[in-house]
């Protein structure tokens, strides 16, 4: 297999393009007529059809089968929010009603049962008619899916794919039977999801773990091979931007991968883990994006493999602490299996495997803020008290998650074959079939808020510069007339991120009453289970834009703190004093949430684990860590032809660096480096 | 006792085996002409300007009490003759472009702030690194704090031109010395460092026979020291004196030019090595001794 001439390609392909022969087919389904009305019925039926009509497109020396048709879109095509585009009329209309995918799917059951079985299972579990309508659905979208594997098989048997061809006869319909059908099945599966149905973010879970029943070690040039085909595959569907950036005409638009390894109750699969990374190494592309799970007891030649991957994959890894997750999952409700098992499903949101969870974004800064200016706050004390009382009220008020409606027409997505609960409900996972329902809060700017109290302490507290209210007069008013104080505050106040005990407890504490302000809902009051998590992605840019200025010298308009980083310039102490600040977060108390590091060059993979294991011992739960050097950022951004392959990753998500948006450029830019 | 730091480095990685953090001491009785720490050659304060972070909002000029800063076509001027060093102007730089280098310290405050990285230092078989400046000219606040971490347990390193003469007697609490040694021909060290050779020589002999262990690191400065003889010379040292673990060549960089101009002080501009002189350096080296050489 030739990887770098499939870079190219992939490098080369052009991005005004879509999936044509998908757009084509639901162009001629709607114009069929007799378009069903309820949506599971209508979804089967466009489905069904979209199966005869893909192209089974095989290109080069492709190994694994499966890649979408693409080409220029003579069709009316519309925007789906947090989707890209897709066909007016489209009959795949986004799980969560908002954006689709995000979910990680039971591909242990796919490849133990096939689509076939676990239709079977849905037929034997259903009880009352609708059920039994539902598994009817879930027949008909196996067998279909079948059928488009078989027209694979017969053009894979047409240019001498011969085990291609006899896998494809058997799977995703049936179970796989070593580790090519394994791969093969979730492949197809993975992309019928991502590009025809369409959604974004299917996370593949613990595939380590999954592959392992079909690790041969007298095979591993074998599997390496495998896995490195199924690792380009994952960057040929959806653009090589993001929704950031340009916007492809396609349905996921860029579509993340997310692969989770290692850690806790993966300890027999560690030659899949390794082999995983040695075939991303391979690839060396934004695709996937592996999430490594670590613990103090985790092999050395497992952490070494990772500090290797995590400083020479352009830092597109990110580290997750089982010592630390596995309790807090598990005293937040999940049973302890699903928190042994924990993995990703989107982003930086653990999930369990076979499972979507809703999440949201709250402006935490601006509800700070709004505190901080009530007429009833008149000293830090006041204020903290306003704070817990209306994030309270914020969090239990939050629209992150719509109610099921058991009344609501069945619904039926594919998806929902692989989703736990959904198969032994007999339920779609839109009509509240999946076993536990899990809302993630992610809780923003929590530097911003600490930095504030801080400076609020110090100005009117210890250097008695001015009175509670005429410091917050001057922050209503963008601390316009007095230049110099602002600066004071703004540049010269201690700032969170340097191992500073007072700045960092204020930023504790705020953390603290946003992640107990979601827990405290877990009281039996509600009827799914709220995650806190302490992350913006990248919103820290538009959430800051819609509030006024904050008391730690921030302007209004401009950006929030991002996730669990210190705001950017403001960490001077290097490293070490960072992760110490950071580890003062109440990390026992939060499901995810990240931390963003970047380092200006390579360091010895044994210090890297130095650094990931101490920062772990001293109670932090996230860790992305990029090896960035700004020379080279600088030189990305004034000879873009030369950095097509320069790819960056930050918490959620992973990118090729010039075809971020300049502001997001300039972000990495100004996010602080440290010199080594 | 107290002793003047410009500032402690933490995840200091090039300092000694092991994530570190490194105090830099202010004062050395050297004067090389490449320094790559400038504003750490005098023992007094001093005021720190660094034009390319200066955005001429003139915070400075207007809290300056003594007309120390001033802009003409909008260029930053520092007249120094009147500064008190009373670092407000430090203070009200938006952009971090005033930096008044030297405060004094204890040495049990710079242990405490030392101790905060414990953690790193252990889990990576780190440590503590004392640099400058020149840590021996404060023989005695250098030896008050390399005992302090000693009983703390910490790895400690001390990094030195070996100046003074007096080295050897810290051995007890040195675990590495990481010992600068800049040019084996005495006249050209006189010239290029200000100081005699021989001292130095004397000084390493007697680490080395009181049983000290070194990582002897070279600066290798085109046009000053870039010659097979000196070369030969370190590989000879290093067979001479057993306390020499590891010879480490260190390629010039250019961090000193600015920092020498932000104090108002001239540093001469040097060119870089290529990668076929550094190979043909090492080789030089690894010719005459079995002493591990390399670049870092």
């Known amino acids: 297999m030739d990887v770098q001439k499939a870079r190219e390609r992939l490098f080369a392909k052009d991005e005004t393009f879509g999936y044509i022969d998908r757009e084509r087919a639901i162009d001629e389904f709607l114009a069929k007529g007799n378009v069903p009305e309820n949506q599971g019925e209508r979804y089967v039926a466009a489905l069904e059809y979209m199966m005869t009509q893909l192209s089974p497109l095989i290109i080069g020396d492709d190994l694994i089968l499966g890649r979408m048709a693409e080409g220029p879109l003579p069709y009316e095509l519309e925007y789906v929010p947090g989707n890209g585009f897709s066909h007016v009329g489209n009959p795949f209309p986004p799980t969560g009603g908002r954006d689709g995918g995000h979910m990680n799917l039971n591909y242990a059951s796919l490849l133990e049962n096939g689509l076939g079985g676990i239709a079977a299972k849905m037929e034997a579990n259903a009880k009352t008619d609708t059920q039994k309508k539902y598994a009817s659905l879930a027949r008909r979208a196996a067998e279909a899916v079948r059928g488009y594997a078989a027209r694979y098989a017969d053009e894979a048997e047409k240019t001498g794919r011969d085990r291609a061809a006899k896998a494809l006869r058997q799977v995703p319909y049936g179970p796989a039977y070593d580790m090519f059908s394994a791969v093969q099945s979730i492949w197809l599966v993975q992309m019928i999801l991502s590009c025809a149905t369409g959604g974004r973010d299917f996370a593949f879970s613990r595939l380590d773990v999954v592959l392992m029943p079909f690790y041969k070690k007298e095979e591993e040039d074998d599997i390496l091979e495998i896995l490195t085909a199924l690792c380009l595959k994952c960057n040929e569907i959806g653009g090589l931007s993001s929704d950031l950036s340009d916007r492809m005409p396609i349905p996921c638009t860029s579509t993340n991968n997310y692969l989770m390894l290692g850690g806790k109750g993966a ?30 007891d985790s092999p050395m030649e497992w952490k070494l493999a990772c500090a290797k991957a995590s400083q020479e994959l352009d ?139 801080a400076a609020i302490e110090k100005a009117v507290y210890i250097d008695k510069l001015l009175t509670f209210d005429e410091l917050r007069d001057l922050v209503k008013n963008n601390f316009e007339g007095n230049p110099e104080l602002h600066q004071l505050i703004r540049n010269r106040y201690p700032k969170y991120g340097n191992d500073i005990e007072r700045v960092d407890r204020w930023t504790s504490i705020a953390a603290n009453i946003m992640v107990d302000a979601v827990r405290q809902m877990n009281d039996g009051r509600y009827d799914r289970l709220h995650i806190p998590s302490l992350y913006s992605l990248f919103f820290h840019h538009e959430l800051g834009e819609m509030i006024g200025a904050t008391p730690d010298g921030r302007l209004a308009g401009e950006a929030i703190s991002e996730s669990q980083s210190p705001t950017y310039g403001t960490d001077k102490e290097g490293i070490t004093a960072l992760l110490q600040s950071v580890s003062q977060l109440p990390h026992n108390k939060i499901g995810c949430g990240g931390l963003n590091v970047r380092i200006e060059k390579k360091l010895p993979d044994e210090m890297v684990v130095a650094l990931v294991d101490t920062y772990f011992a001293l109670g932090g739960m996230n860790m992305c860590l990029t090896v960035l050097n700004r020379d080279t950022l600088l030189a990305a951004m004034e000879h873009p032809e030369e950095y097509q392959t320069l790819c960056v990753r930050i918490v959620g998500y992973s990118e090729v660096f010039v075809r971020l948006p300049d502001y997001m450029k300039q972000e990495l830019l100004d996010r602080t480096a440290v010199a080594v | ?84 060093l009373c670092g407000k102007c430090e203070q009200m730089c938006p952009h971090s472009a005033i930096e008044l280098a030297g405060q004094d310290v204890e040495a049990s405050e710079v242990l405490e702030r030392l101790l905060r990285d414990r953690p790193f230092y252990d889990s990576s078989k780190g440590g503590i690194t004392i640099s400058g400046g020149e840590p021996l000219a404060q023989f005695n606040f250098t030896k008050e704090l390399l005992q302090l971490c000693k009983a703390e347990g910490l790895h400690t390193c001390l990094d030195t031109s070996g100046w003074g003469g007096r080295a050897a007697e810290l051995v007890e609490w040195v675990d590495l010395y990481l010992w600068d040694f800049k040019e084996s021909d005495p006249e050209r060290h006189k010239y290029y460092t200000g100081v005699e050779l021989e001292p130095i020589l004397d000084s390493l002999q007697k680490m080395n026979d009181a049983g000290g262990k070194c990582l002897l690191r070279c600066p290798i400065i085109p046009g000053v020291n870039d010659r097979d003889e000196h070369l030969s010379a370190i590989a000879e040292l290093a067979n001479r004196m057993p306390c020499i673990q590891v010879i480490d060549l260190v390629p010039y960089h250019r961090l000193g030019v600015a920092k020498a101009d932000a104090i108002g002080m001239h540093q001469d501009e040097f060119s870089s090595l290529t990668q076929e002189e550094k190979d043909h350096f090492l080789s030089v080296v690894t010719a005459k001794t079995n002493t591990q050489a390399r670049w870092i």
């Open chain 1, 315 to 453: 830092g597109q890894v990110a580290y997750y602490n089982d010592d630390v997750l596995i309790p807090n999952l598990i005293e937040l409700g999940y049973p302890e299996e699903y928190a042994l098992n924990y993995t990703m499903s989107g982003c930086n949101r653990v999930d369990y495997p076979g499972h979507r969870s809703a999440d949201g974004y709250h402006n935490t800064v601006g509800l700070f803020l709004r505190t901080y200016h009530q007429e009833d706050v008149h000293d830090l004390d006041s204020l903290i008290e306003a704070f817990k009382v209306n994030m309270k009220w914020e969090a239990e008020t939050f629209e992150g998650c719509q109610l099921f409606d058991p009344e609501e027409d069945m619904h039926f997505f594919l998806e929902s074959m692989l989703l736990r609960g959904c198969v032994e409900n007999v339920c779609d996972l839109e009509n509240g079939g999946q076993d536990m329902q899990t809302v993630v809060h992610n809780l923003t700017g929590m530097a911003t808020i600490g930095n504030s109290l």
């Open chain 1, 267 to 296: 300890e027999h699969a560690l030659p899949m883990s390794l082999l995983f990374l040695k075939a991303a190494h391979a690839v060396h592309l934004p695709q996937p994006i592996p999430a490594m799970r670590m613990s103090k």
């Open chain 2, 1 to 84: 006792m107290t002793g003047k730091i410009v500032r402690i480095q933490r995840f200091s990685t090039t300092n000694g085996p092991g994530l570190r953090s490194t105090v830099f001491v202010k004062g050395c009785p050297l004067t090389c002409h490449w320094c790559h720490n400038p504003e750490m050659q005098e023992s007094k304060k001093q005021l720190m300007v660094y034009p390319e972070q200066c955005k001429a909002c003139g915070f400075c000029v207007k809290t300056c009490e003594n007309g120390g800063h001033s802009f003409v076509d909008g260029k930053h001027i520092v007249d120094r003759t009147n500064c008190v």
